[in-house]
């Protein structure tokens, strides 16, 4: 197999693009693909300021290195969730990534400064703190991007990512999910940020081969908490289907944005105002982030007082 | 475990439904759901003649079995497709079942009436003929039903038959398809029968427990085309879905029919008017199974003038 653009032996092949690359050619199509994106989707221009949401894995920093390098401006955001040795590490990989290369690197601790980790909010279903933990991302995200003045905020979420949560948004039949689905989120308040995923089209291994050819250290491990996760669930069933029909996520995906998403009646537009303990957007009286603390506040005072 | 009707010792669990039954009182529990499912869909009453699609597999048969001894007015038709050994056997099954009971089943017999059989309707691209069989069942179901004045046609799909049939028309979104299933698809002109799928809310095993304690002779071949053939595909990665999070083939589709239909936009109620060449309902001048003969007898010709 030879490079589709220099003929010389290929590293990478492409499949559903029936296309390989060379490891010096690769990279360039990769930044084509995410470029192309941006463009097509109008998710953001280059005088625009835009806060990567940085987990330390591959998709994330593979991101943040592809905007740079694409000479858009983009800082990382990290957030220090407690998650043992994962955060550790996860945190040495984003700090190394932003500090070899001079890039400012928002952190959030939520221990220090909000006092609990992710694994105590363990849903007592489940089990797994793994919805808590995704309303403690978008909060903060969400939260630091508006305090700084960012413009939009992107994440890496890649082609599995977002095809596992349309499958699981269709198995449930969350229709209002369905209908606000997609690779670009509008700000509809002026304490909500933009929100857009670049990477929305490219595999797991197309990141993975970036990240790989660029020298990106990132952290191999993934969430230890996620092990058995519905969502992964998800993604095993539709790798299993992609390997008997080649292109099948990308298909799902894409006629979801074409067709699927357009024959959904999207329920009333939601009416978002401010939380009135913390003035971050919601669509409650108090935002879910608040309510999640004070019930981890209620219990740890219960605990309290039937120990002592 | 225990039946929770006789509390004798338990022959057959029914673990969405928490339930168990012993051999005598399990066929009593399977009618009373199938019962309830005609009744709360308003499939047909005692006064209605019912035509039962057989293809002599435990679904099929069940379902013919259960409908008599809930004292429907039900008789079988079997089409003989010509699938070699398969067919044979499940003729013989379905000719054996109704032999036995006197009960009238009608036949059509594709190689004598119209000179063709289904591993000739091959599809080029995919190497299957389960989609022209498809139209061969549905054409010749429909017409015997009308042409004879049965009130409607019922099919033995279960609920992998129809979480499968779902999950392939959403990884396609064939939105159109999506507005239209369901257990009961009405007659929109005077040439188009009723359809109902009286098993749609029961499991596979919950049929085959049926079938083997009511000692139904049934085959346990499946169509040696359908190998490989996607459907099995959808149905293989929902079964290894149930595993893990039992319950969600029956959530998946009775969510879609109760939230996901009504959301979906379906498109405008297709007209139907009568097959140019055979008088047959269709949306189109000339209907899908004239097509696939046509198609099918120009190819013989074809062959045989290069042959000659």
Redesign the interface.
């Known amino acids: 197999m030879r490079c589709i653009r220099c003929k010389a032996p290929a590293n990478v092949e492409v499949r559903r693009h029936r296309s390989a690359f060379c490891a010096a050619c690769y990279p360039g199509w990769f930044r084509n693909q995410v470029e192309r994106t941006i463009a097509d989707e109008g998710m953001f221009n280059r005088d625009q300021r835009v806060l990567v949401a940085i987990s330390g894995g591959k998709d994330s920093l593979a991101l943040w290195h592809a905007l740079l390098e694409l000479g858009y401006s983009a800082d990382g955001m990290y957030i220090r969730l407690g998650i043992g040795n994962y955060s550790q590490h996860s945190q040495a990989a984003a700090e190394h990534f932003a500090g070899k290369r001079g890039l400012r690197l928002h952190q959030v601790d939520l221990k220090e400064e909000y006092g609990f980790v992710v694994p105590q909010l363990r849903n007592q279903r489940e089990g797994k703190p793994c919805a808590a933990c995704g309303t403690v991302k978008r909060y903060h995200f969400n939260k630091v991007a508006v305090d700084l003045g960012y413009d939009v905020v992107a994440t890496g979420h890649n082609l599995v990512d977002e095809a596992a949560t349309l499958f699981g948004n ?4 969350q ?1 209002d999910f ?1 209908g606000r689905q997609g690779p670009v989120l509008e700000s509809t308040h002026p304490k909500l940020a933009r929100k857009v995923k670049p990477l929305y089209r490219l595999a797991e291994r197309d990141t993975a081969a970036y990240a790989v050819i660029e020298r990106i250290e990132y952290i191999l491990e993934e969430c230890p908490m996620a092990v058995g996760a ?1 969502s992964l ?2 993604k ?2 539709l790798n ?2 992609e390997e ?2 080649p292109g ?1 996520k990308h ?2 995906l894409v ?2 944005l ?3 998403r357009q ?3 999207s329920a009333a537009p939601v009416e978002i105002r401010e939380c009135r303990e913390c003035g971050q957007p919601t669509t409650g009286e108090v935002c879910s982030y608040c309510r999640m603390r004070e019930r981890k506040r209620r219990q740890l005072e219960a605990r309290k007082a039937a120990a002592g």
């Open positions: 269709v198995i449930h039949w229709t369905l519905k669930e998800y095993d069933a299993a289907l008997r029909q099948l298909r799902f006629g979801f074409r067709n699927g024959a959904i009646r």
